[in-house]
Structures are given as structure tokens and as C-alpha cells.
């Protein structure tokens, strides 16, 4: 590609048109945002509660439709702001290089011409005759650089200087030219759909062009997030800049800042939102088996955020790495005073059954936790990627700590961006692992400084959390409960693989018979939590059906709510969530 620009044409280029049009743009993607607010937040919510039968179902349909289009013009018009500001910093970069070669020039009485060439006077004493040396013109086709002297022939001093304005200006310009070629190509790709449906074969190509934005800006806003700062450091972040920087980082960058520790909750929300429909469109059409699993649990989620909850939902995260990443909260973490955060394990990932069981774990939780005080949340957070289930005995990732670790490290800095994000004084904050997340509870309290914030933690169904004692968990054992139905055999998985009969129950293998466990009391990760040589406060559990009959049910009822359903495991979760733990009805460890 040659550049046709000049450097009169850079030196004349009017930057501030450019970013008015961009603020142009801004205001549009603002309305649209506006306008998708209230179809969802007042229209939806209004005919929801007050109408029902076909004609109101179809009225919904069309609603939710009506909000999806404005989310794509959001989307778009944020899009083509930010192209735009980010073409308008980088020319004015250009811009700044080339007006300090036009001053040095004009400062020396160089004169520059049209093609970029440099004249520069006669200057200097020769050799020989002590007459100033011959003046010229430099030019940025010239070898750079100058030859020494040789035999009584001295350089005219303003020969380097010259050579070096013209290779500043024709470096300015040549720059430039690559950066509106550059442009040009994104600001042609970004054209609207016609009419007023926008299905998903749009947001497809949505994805794309943020994508190809992000590529043509580079540097541009995204090297200011600040990936490698605590969570209270990147909360001032956001709280600093300005409403259309915030603007624009939300229409480039949905995914990075929705899955920021230290955002707030409502930022984190809207930017995972937009993000679910970029990373739907995306997936859309593939067909290997992750992305049909993924794009079925995505789908699924977008469902319910479209039909509405009580807590409201708040999708503080979601992406589609490694088994996937979902962060959904019922209730608004940074408002409530109860917040607590349940780490699914064992066989987890983001797909249908995740969306359906793990997501009404949550919600069950805060709607029990409400029963106790209004002002609680809860939330599911698959934040890593949990073991799955082996093939066979060959269950390294279940049977090992490295997922837990790494799990354990995100955990921690989500909490840390919960604590810093909540508006009041001491809220009380509480985790929840249940089977192998558990264990990554377990060691995301070894962190340095342990789990930022949390004064409660529940364990359920857990094959051990890698320490054998509850103190060591660092909230004091008289705050750490426990949830161990008789008939789970994950919470009696034995920590050494040695015996006289092997046993598979479900997925999970485990070996009955003589241990080398003299207490009797260690599972897999270390002390059995049920047990009370580990010294945690056990709470009731239904026992679950038996394992003879092949059931692996027993591992999965801690949170179960309902008719025809022992509910006092998620009662008494409900409790230690919402405050009242003095309240949690006991049973005797092991």
C-alpha cells in the first residue's frame, strides 16, 4: 500500500470534525441504550406483571425482539464512535510529530517543499578558502546518516539537521498514511442491517467487527485497563475516567471489563450482556461439540435474563474459554448486605445443564436468604475450569489440586473485587463450595491474605478443601459449616487408593474396605470437613437415597427447595448466607 497523502494534508487534517462525529455516534449508541432500558427494565417488567395469556406472550416476544435491536444499534453506534476517536488520536500523534518538524525547519529558515524535500542555506567555514559551504536539499529517499570526511572536504552543519527534518516528516506522513488505510477498511465494514429484525447471524458479524476494531485500534484505550491491579486500584480506575471514556471502553472492550474484578456490578452487568450476544454470534454456526455445548448454555442464560427474576439477575461475567465462564448474581452484590458466592465443582461447565441447575442453585439460595433479610444476594460462579468427568480411573483432574489452585486464585481476586465494590461498611460476605469446589475454596483461602471479605464459609459435598482442620480456613471454625449427606460418596472418598474392593458409583470411583486412615477420618484432600477431628460446625442434611440402588442423587440435594423435597440443607445455607447462623439447625460430626 502507498500512501497518496502529503504532509500539507496531515498538517491541515481537522482531528476535532473527526471526533465530533464521533460524539455524534456516541449520542446515538446513548439513545439506543436508553431506549433498550426501557423496553426491558419498564415495558417488559410491566406487562409481565400485568397480563397474561397468547396475546401478552406475543407482546413479550416482540418487546424482547425490540430490545435485541436496540442493543445492536448500541452496539454499532459505540462501535463507529470509538473507530473514530481512536482515528483521531492516532493522526493528532502524527500530526504532533509533524508540526515539530515544520517549527525546527522554520526555526533553521529551511525551506520545505511540497514533496517533503528540505533546502537548508550555505553554512560553514571550508577547508580550504574559509567560504561557506554550499547549501542543498535533503530528502528522505537519501541514504540516511552521513559519510565522514574525507581529505580537506568539511559537511555543511545544517546538512544532518536537514536530512533529519525531512525523514521526520516523510515518517509522519507515511504513518499516517498507513493509519487512514488502516481506517478506512473498518469504517466501510461497518454498515447496519436493513430492517428492524436482527437475528444472530447479525451478531455474528457484531462479533467481528468489534473484533476488527480492537485490531485496527491497537494500543488505543486498551492499554490504560489496568489487568495487573488489585481490585480496589481498578475500581479507582473506572471511577476516574470520564462518562465517554467509560463509554467507549464498554463498546470495544465488553469482555474485558465485564470479567474486571473491581468494576461495579451494574458496569460489569451491561458489558456482560452485550458480550453474551457478541460471544452468541460468534459461536453461532460452528459445529464442533464445545461450541454446540457452550452456545446451548449461553442461549440458555440469555433466556433468562430475558424473562426476568426476583432477585434480578446481574451476569458479572461470561466467556467462552477453556469449559467456559459464567458469574451470575440474583440480587445486585454491591447494594446488598448479605452477598454470598457458591463455586460449583466436579463435572461443571458452561452448557444447558449448567445454565438450568447451577443458575437455580444460586437463585434458590437468594430467595431462602430473603426470607431472612431483604438485603442478600447470591450467586453461582464458574470462574475456572472444574474437573470433568474421567473417562475411566484415569481421574488425574478430579483426584488433584492444580484446577483448585488456579481456581482458587480467581476466586480470590473475585471476592477481593466484591469487597471493594460494596457500598456498605462491613458487609457480611459469605462462600459456598460444594464437591471439588470445595477444594477450591479450600485453596483460595491459602492465598496470601486468605479470601478478601468473607466471614462465612460452606462446605457441601466435599471430598476435603486441603486442610485438615476448619481454623485453618481463616475465618475461625466456628464460622466454617458443613453439609454431608450419609449416603455421598464423594464426601467419604478415601485419600489413598489402597484396599481389598473397588466400588464405582456414578462417576466417581471409591475404594471400600480397610484404609490406612487409623482416625478413619481423611478423605481425598485431606480431612474428612464432616468429620470432628476437622472441627467444623456440621448442619443438617438429608441423607439422600441409597448408593445400592446405582443413585449419585445423594451429592447433588444440598440445595434442593420444593415439594416432595427435604429442604433443610438449603434452609440452613439460606440462614448462614443471609446472617443467621446461630439459627442453623446442627448435626453431630462424624
Known sequence: MRSTLTWAQLRDLKCAELEGAADGWGRSSNRADAARDRVEQHLLTGLRGSQEGEAAQAAVARLRQLGKNFQYVYTECGLLRTTLNSLAHEMKAQQRV????????????????????VTYPAAGDGLVDGAPLKGGTASSQAAPGLLPPTGLTAPNPHTAKAQDIADRIAGAVRTAGEIDWRYAGILRRLKAEEGLKVPDATWKDAAGDAAAVRDAARTYLRNAIPLDATPAERRDWWAGLTQEQREEYLAVYPDRIGNLDGIPALVRDAANRDNLQLLIGKLEGRDDDRSIT????????????GAGTQPPMFLLGIGDEGNGRAIVSYGNPDTAKNVAAYVPGLGTAL?????????????DTAKGAHKYDHSSAAMVWLGYDAPQF?????????????????????????????????????????????????????AATQQEGGIPGVDDIVLVGSPGVGVDHAEDLGVGKHHVFVGAAENDLVTRTPSKLQGNLTVLAGPVGFVAGKLLDRDDDDVWFGKDPASAAFGARRFYAHEGPSVLGGSFEAHSQYFDVGPNRDSASADNIAMVVAGHSNRVRTENPR
Open 294 to 305: 457452550q452456545l446451548a448454555g449461553l442461549r440458555e442464560i440469555d433466556r433468562q435474563l
Open 98 to 117: 509533524l508540526t515539530e518538524a515544520l517549527e525546527d525547519a522554520a526555526t533553521l529558515k529551511f525551506t520545505v517543499h511540497p514533496d517533503g524535500s
Open 390 to 442: 474421567p473417562d475411566g480411573l484415569d481421574s488425574a483432574d478430579v483426584m488433584g489440586d492444580e484446577r483448585a489452585e488456579t481456581g482458587g486464585r480467581a476466586f480470590g481476586s473475585f471476592m477481593g473485587g466484591l469487597a471493594a465494590t460494596n457500598s456498605h461498611d462491613n458487609p457480611h460476605m459469605t462462600v459456598i463450595g460444594h464437591s471439588y469446589g470445595s477444594r477450591t475454596v479450600g
Open 351 to 363: 452448557d444447558k445443564e449448567f445454565a438450568e441447575g447451577d443458575l437455580k442453585r444460586a437463585w
